[in-house]
T-cell receptor, first 115, second 117 residues
Framework: AQKVTQAQTEISVVEKEDVTLDCVYETRDTTYYLFWYKQPPSGELVFLIRRNSFDEQNEISGRYSWNFQKSTSSFNFTITASQVVDSAVYFCALSEAAGNTPLVFGKGTRLSVIA | EPEVTQTPSHQVTQMGQEVILRCVPISNHLYFYWYRQILGQKVEFLVSFYNNEISEKSEIFDDQFSVERPDGSNFTLKIRSTKLEDSAMYFC???????????????FGDGTRLSIL
C-alpha cells in the first residue's frame, strides 16, 4: 500500500527565512510519481511539481527547490527567502506510474510566513 | 491556460437530500477524478473515470455516490441521500493521460464546499 507522511503539521517562519517541508513516502512500486500541491487560504489546489521515480535530479524553480532522495524515500520541498504569499497548506502526494492512478496525499503542512 | 471549473462553489443542503456537484474538465483531457477533503484533513480519492466508466473507486465511494458524464463536457458527482459527515470540500480533477509514455499530472478545480445541515 502507498503512504505519504508529512510529519510537520504546522511551521511558522519569519519572512525571508528559508523553510523546508518534509515528505516521506512508502510504496512497493518500482516506478511512481511524486507531487507537491499548494492549497492557499482560498482553498484551491495548485499543482507545483511532479517527479518521476527514475529522475532523482533536484529541481529548482525560482525560490522553490525540491530534493528527491530515493535512498531515504523522501521528497522534500524548500522555499528560499519565504514571503507572506507562501502561507498555505502544502501537500505531498504519490501515485503509481502505470495508468492514471489516483493520488495518495499526505496530511499536509500548514506554513505560516509572518511579516 | 485552460482550467477545470466546478459549480457551485458552495452548496448547502439538508441532510437526506440529494446533491449534484458539477465539473467541467479541461477539454482534451481523458481521465476524470473526484476527491474529498473534510475540513482540516487530507485530500482523499473518491473515484476515477475513463472512457465513460469508473476505472477505480475508494472505500469511501459507496452506494450513495454515483458519477456521470452526461454530455461531452460535464462530469458530475451525485450524492443520493446526504449525511452530516458528507460535509467537505469536493475537488474534481482531470488529466490528459499519457503523453509520450509519461503520465501527466492531474489538474484540480477550485472545489465545491458542501455543507450538510
Amino acid at each position: 500500500a502507498q503512504k505519504v507522511t508529512q510529519a510537520q503539521t504546522e511551521i511558522s517562519v519569519v519572512e525571508k527565512e528559508d523553510v523546508t517541508l518534509d515528505c516521506v513516502y512508502e510504496t512497493r512500486d518500482t516506478t511512481y510519481y511524486l507531487f507537491w500541491y499548494k492549497q492557499p487560504p482560498s482553498g484551491e489546489l495548485v499543482f507545483l511539481i511532479r517527479r518521476n521515480s527514475f529522475d532523482e535530479q533536484n529541481e529548482i524553480s525560482g525560490r522553490y527547490s525540491w530534493n528527491f532522495q530515493k535512498s531515504t524515500s523522501s521528497f522534500n520541498f524548500t522555499i528560499t527567502a519565504s514571503q507572506v504569499v507562501d502561507s498555505a497548506v502544502y501537500f505531498c502526494a504519490l501515485s503509481e506510474a502505470a495508468g492514471n492512478t489516483p493520488l495518495v496525499f499526505g496530511k499536509g503542512t500548514r506554513l505560516s510566513v509572518i511579516a | 491556460e485552460p482550467e477545470v471549473t466546478q459549480t457551485p462553489s458552495h452548496q448547502v443542503t439538508q441532510m437526506g437530500q440529494e446533491v449534484i456537484l458539477r465539473c467541467v474538465p479541461i477539454s482534451n483531457h481523458l481521465y476524470f477524478y473526484w476527491y474529498r477533503q473534510i475540513l482540516g484533513q487530507k485530500v482523499e480519492f473518491l473515484v476515477s473515470f475513463y472512457n465513460n466508466e469508473i476505472s477505480e473507486k475508494s472505500e469511501i465511494f459507496d452506494d450513495q455516490f454515483s458519477v456521470e458524464r452526461p454530455d461531452g463536457s460535464n462530469f458530475t458527482l451525485k450524492i443520493r441521500s446526504t449525511k452530516l459527515e458528507d460535509s467537505a470540500m469536493y475537488f474534481c480533477a482531470s488529466s490528459p493521460g499519457q503523453l509520450f509514455g509519461d503520465n501527466q499530472p492531474q489538474h484540480f478545480g477550485d472545489g465545491t464546499r458542501l455543507s450538510i445541515l
